[in-house]
């Protein structure tokens, strides 16, 4: 007859269960560990391809021409820069329009280029390129910071303005710019005003009269977003010293779009997530008061952190998002999606529709520079042009 267990008993049996259990925890913990590459990784996102690679200065802008010429351009911002836009042909770049207007020359302004920032194909047989006149974000040279139009049939410029010394301030730093030549008598160009250290605007260009204003100066849709703290390959993203100080990484208006209609102008701080919009016939209007522009403004919402912004035939907005290492879209009445992911996406920077139904950009390790590590180029050759198939057209400007 069994009788029941002691607590004696009980106890015993429990403990040579404990140690069974560990003792075969033990043996499992003995067996091989899968190495990290076999644990489940990060979601690439799309299929950019590789259009060209650049192994000398860092690239910022890109255009696709209406016949599929394709240019990019090279900031004067420290590097070795012996041209500042080039056209790419196959994986070589030649200096454009020519490589003596490339020279820069501070003595003649208007004919040389100093420091290209952006280069835009209007669909109309033309680039332009935007001159900062401000090679490492000095002050601005005075009678440099200019639009240049040239022609791509002939190769030659075929009309320079300059900007009027009202709106280019000690600060001042052109950074991208749209077109519609549905306005005026020669079109108006819409330019951001990018600042590092002064306030940031939307300067609206007449093309045939050169008269400029100043649009919303200060605002709170071109300042950099308060508070803002970037976090780009896992590293918060400041200005990191030489001498251990640091400030933080605050970038006025640059990212651009104008929808397809010419009606609405989308733009966003370097150094803030939201997207805003505003009507284009209000910011050209100088009777409309700042106040009166502010309050028209909307805000629509946190897009990513983004560079460039682009924008299709179909009204589809385009934004890379340099946190993330990706390039996303809006389209119509619908919400941010994701088209491209990957670690190769390294601060994705200028976005340009070509009429190939593909979306170029530059990927240029912006954040490497020595300015956001002590001194330290974390750079690596070479940059590169991607391109990710969006099955859209270029918005039209006439």
Do not use: C
């Not at 010429?69 to 329009?97: M, Q, S």
């Not at 301030?169 to 030549?181: I, S």
């Not at 919402?301 to 682009?310: N, T, V």
Request: hydrophobic residues 40%; charged residues 20%.
């Amino acid at each position: 007859m069994n009788t029941p267990m002691t607590k004696t008993a009980l106890a015993l049996t429990a403990a040579l269960l404990l140690t069974s259990g560990a003792t075969l925890s033990l043996a499992r913990a003995a067996s091989p560990l899968p190495a990290l590459s076999q644990l489940a990784q990060d979601r690439p996102i799309g299929q950019p391809e590789v259009v060209a690679t650049f192994s000398g200065a860092m690239p910022t802008g890109v255009t696709v021409s209406e016949t599929g010429r394709i240019f990019v351009n090279f900031p004067r911002w420290g590097d070795d820069v012996p041209f500042t836009v080039a056209e790419v042909k196959g994986n070589r770049l030649v200096p454009y329009p020519d490589a003596a207007m490339n020279r820069a020359d501070n003595a003649q302004p208007r004919t040389h280029l100093l420091s290209v920032q952006s280069v835009v194909a209007d669909g109309q047989g033309r680039v332009w390129l935007l001159d900062t006149a401000a090679p490492g974000f000095a002050t601005p040279v005075a009678g440099g910071a200019k639009l240049v139009a040239v022609n791509l049939r002939t190769n030659q410029v075929e009309k320079t303005v300059v900007f009027p010394p009202a709106v280019i301030k000690p600060a001042t730093y052109v950074n991208d710019v749209r077109f519609d030549f549905r306005i005026g008598k020669a079109g108006v160009a819409y330019v951001t005003d990018s600042s590092l250290s002064g306030t940031g605007a939307i300067i609206v260009l007449d093309l045939a009269s050169g008269k400029a204003l100043r649009r919303l100066e200060g605002d709170r849709s071109t300042s950099p977003e308060p508070g803002f703290s970037p976090v780009v390959e896992g590293e918060t993203l400041l200005q990191r010293h030489a001498d251990g100080t640091t400030a933080p990484f605050a970038v006025a208006s640059d990212g651009i779009a104008l929808s397809p209609d010419g009606k609405t102008l989308y733009y966003s701080p370097l150094s803030g997530r939201h997207l805003y919009a505003v009507a284009t016939a209000l910011l050209r209007d100088p009777a409309v008061t700042d106040a009166q522009l502010a309050a028209a403004v909307q805000d629509l919402g946190e897009k990513g952190a983004s560079d460039g912004l682009e924008s299709d035939a179909s009204g589809t907005v385009y934004a890379g998002d340099y946190e993330r290492n990706a390039i996303r879209k809006l389209p119509p009445g619908g919400k941010w999606t994701t088209i491209a992911h990957g670690p190769a996406i390294l601060w994705p920077d200028t976005l340009s529709v070509g009429p190939d139904g593909y979306l170029y950009f530059t990927v240029n390790q912006l954040n490497r520079q020595p300015g956001f590590h002590g001194g330290r180029d974390l750079r690596q050759k070479p940059y590169a042009l991607l391109r990710i198939r969006i099955h859209a057209a270029p918005a039209p400007t006439r």
